[in-house]
């Protein structure tokens, strides 16, 4: 239910905490970020569509890609001591987020095919920005966009060094993901 829009829930009397994602002076540094982190549903089903307008086997595929490739994001942080966490209600919607000393990431993962790679990495790339940006606008929280499998084109992984986002998936989490992790907190310290 953590992802169950505002309105349906204050339906049922529950009280909220409201964001705030003004783009203001906000920052949380020193707060802790997000709630204990829920396991994604890596068995989801897709409820049945129009098979003409999108295959729902491709759009299962996708959901159990993000669940599997986050769930392992999350064993890997934990194998490290470190402990993940999900959005909190009146947090903007990132997949994961974990802290190493003063410095916080926030994730954003994505499932690829190389039909919607393009697209994927595009809208992944916009949303850990915007997340990063509405938590912490001097900026102080590290983007890291997670995908499921290494991007064909490598050109992602000049991109988002250049932006200072941590890119990584799967492969990486062991090496270049806990390097990244380290030196990024090194730096921000």
């Known amino acids: 239910m953590f992802k169950l829009p505002t309105a349906f829930l ?14 203001g002076t906000r920052s949380r540094l020193g707060d802790e970020l997000g709630d204990a982190y829920r396991q994604a549903d890596e068995l989801a089903a897709v409820a049945e569509r129009d098979p003409f307008a999108v295959d729902p086997a491709l759009v299962e595929r996708g959901v159990r890609g993000h669940a599997i490739t986050q769930n392992g994001l999350a064993r890997h942080l934990r194998s490290l001591g470190i402990e993940p966490r999900s959005p909190r209600a009146d947090e903007p919607n990132f997949d994961i987020c974990w802290q190493i000393g003063d410095s916080t990431f926030v994730a954003e993962v994505k499932s690829l095919t190389l039909e919607n790679e393009e697209k ?44 200072g986002v941590i890119l990584a998936w799967p492969d990486t989490f062991a090496d270049r993901l806990a390097r990244e992790c380290r030196t990024a907190a090194t730096s921000k310290s």
């Open 10 to 23: 204050e339906l049922f009397g529950t009280e909220l905490r409201r964001p705030n994602f003004d783009g």
């Open 120 to 163: 994927q990495l595009r809208l992944g790339l916009g949303q850990v920005l915007r997340y990063t940006h509405q938590l912490w606008p001097d900026p102080a929280a590290i983007p890291v966009l997670v995908v499921e499998r290494c991007p064909s084109d490598s050109s992602w992984g000049q991109l988002c060094q250049q932006l």
